[in-house]
């Protein structure tokens, strides 16, 4: 028991009910999302992206699905749809409220940055020319969220994710495979239609929600299903050996494509049809396909009861994983940071690095701090966190 104590007041994972595989993958993929939002950074091609047609957004989107389905699932089951989906509303305030901060935030720290350093191209390069050229219209845009500069657009996503699950949770229970089968139709016709939304000041979302709401709705239903039904999804051993098969294809491919784009190696018809099925703005299918093999691959590779996810590097990442909206905002603000002190003091590899390992150094001790925190108010209040919270 006091091990137990100590263990919680120091902001470490203590061992319950909850699946630290989700924890972990999402506090890695914060991490990889933090070095990959550094231009020109050496340190990015040691990241899922380029190893894979996927990457972090992936990661973070499935996940977010699947907690959601997790916590608030349960929550209806204990105190009915309507306070559930209350509950959910309540979380949408809180990301936006949280994203409109971190905007305002972030324009003042570009701003401020190419001032500083008399570098007027820093705030083309971040997408913020508009909001300092018309500021009264800019800031409205960004309240209703169509102006998304560089870095800025993964939150509003997920506000209008977890919206539509608010609308959604009271039909879960009944129709939730009918739901997939729309969500895929809807993933389907999208890139025959070119549904998306408009941006500001040009353009359209660089996450287009009507395509990227299929991986969302595919981990709410994995959520669902291992969470609230208590039967997770069976993945056939033909699927896993597909899986396998697919990736001993796909990272080679990947590989040959960021090393090719250096050596100029690569066919411009072959480029062209990565660009096409690997399109980001609407989760092209090599994308989908290239997650969804990856993460058969890691369900099966990787028990929930594997001992390395208690280690005390694995433990870090767990931590980030349990903060990710605190970890993900800080990991804006220092990705800024370390872009604008490269791009004063030049790339050279010792800079890169420590600027990298230091940012992710930052993130891994704030998420402990933060964790630290909440164990401390919890055993004052005698109170307990749940499973699969942390999103």
Same mark, same amino acid.
Request: neutral net charge.
């Given at each position: ?41 050496? =340190? @990015?091609?040691? +990241? ?11 990661? =973070? ?50 701003? *401020? +940055? ?17 909001? %300092?050229?018309?500021? /009264? ?9 169509? /102006? ?16 539509? =699950? ?10 939730? *495979? ?28 660089? &996450?287009?929600? &009507? ?32 899986? %396998?098969? &697919? %990736? ?14 250096? %050596? ?5 018809? &072959? ?5 096409? =099925? ?13 997650? #969804?093999?990856?993460?058969? $691959?890691?369900? /099966? ?22 903060? @990710? #909206? ?23 590899? @010792? ?15 704030? $998420?402990?701090?933060?964790? *630290? ?19």
């Amino acid at each position: 028991m006091a091990g137990g104590a100590s263990a919680a007041a120091a902001g470490v994972p203590r061992a319950t009910g909850r699946d630290l595989r989700l924890d972990f993958f999402r506090g890695l993929g914060l991490l990889f999302i933090f070095i990959d939002h550094i231009p020109n950074n050496a =340190f @990015s091609y040691l +990241t899922l992206a380029n190893f894979s047609f996927c990457d972090a957004a992936e990661i =973070f989107v499935f996940l977010s699905g699947y907690s959601a389905a997790l916590v608030f699932g349960r929550e209806a089951g204990r105190e009915g749809n309507a306070f559930a989906m209350a509950q959910v509303l309540k979380r949408c305030w809180a990301l936006y409220v949280a994203h409109i901060f971190l905007f305002v935030i972030y324009t003042a720290q570009v701003s *401020w +940055t190419a001032q500083r350093f008399e570098n007027a191209l820093f705030i083309e390069e971040m997408e913020v020319a508009a909001f %300092l050229n018309e500021p /009264h219209v800019a800031i409205v845009k960004a309240l209703e969220l169509v /102006h998304q500069p560089l870095f800025m657009n993964i939150l509003p996503l997920y506000i209008v994710l977890l919206t539509g =699950f608010a609308v959604a949770l009271p039909l879960l229970r009944r129709l939730l *495979w009918a739901l997939v089968a729309v969500s895929a139709v809807v993933y389907a016709i999208v890139p025959l239609v070119g549904f998306n939304l408009a941006a500001y000041p040009e353009g359209v979302w660089f &996450f287009n929600p &009507f395509a990227w709401q299929f991986i969302f709705v595919l981990g709410i239903a994995c959520g669902w299903k291992a969470g609230v039904e208590g039967n997770p999804v069976r993945i056939p051993r033909g699927a896993v050996l597909a899986a %396998l098969a &697919f %990736l001993a294809l796909a990272v080679p491919a990947r590989l040959w494509v960021s090393v090719g784009y250096f %050596l100029d190696g690569v066919p411009p018809a &072959f480029a062209d049809l990565v660009y096409q =099925f690997a399109n980001k703005t609407d989760l092209g299918p090599l994308r989908l396909g290239s997650f #969804l093999a990856l993460a058969v $691959a890691v369900v /099966h590779l990787v028990p929930r009861s594997a001992a390395w996810l208690a280690s005390a590097p694995a433990s870090a990442v767990v931590l980030c994983g349990q903060n @990710s #909206l605190q970890v993900f905002c800080l990991g804006i603000f220092l990705s800024v940071s370390a872009h604008s002190l490269l791009l004063e003091f030049g790339h050279d590899i @010792s800079l890169q690095a420590a600027v990298t390992f230091g940012g992710c150094l930052l993130l891994l001790g704030a $998420a402990r701090v933060l964790s *630290w925190s909440k164990s401390r108010k919890s055993r004052r209040a005698g109170g307990s966190s749940g499973d699969g919270g942390g999103e």
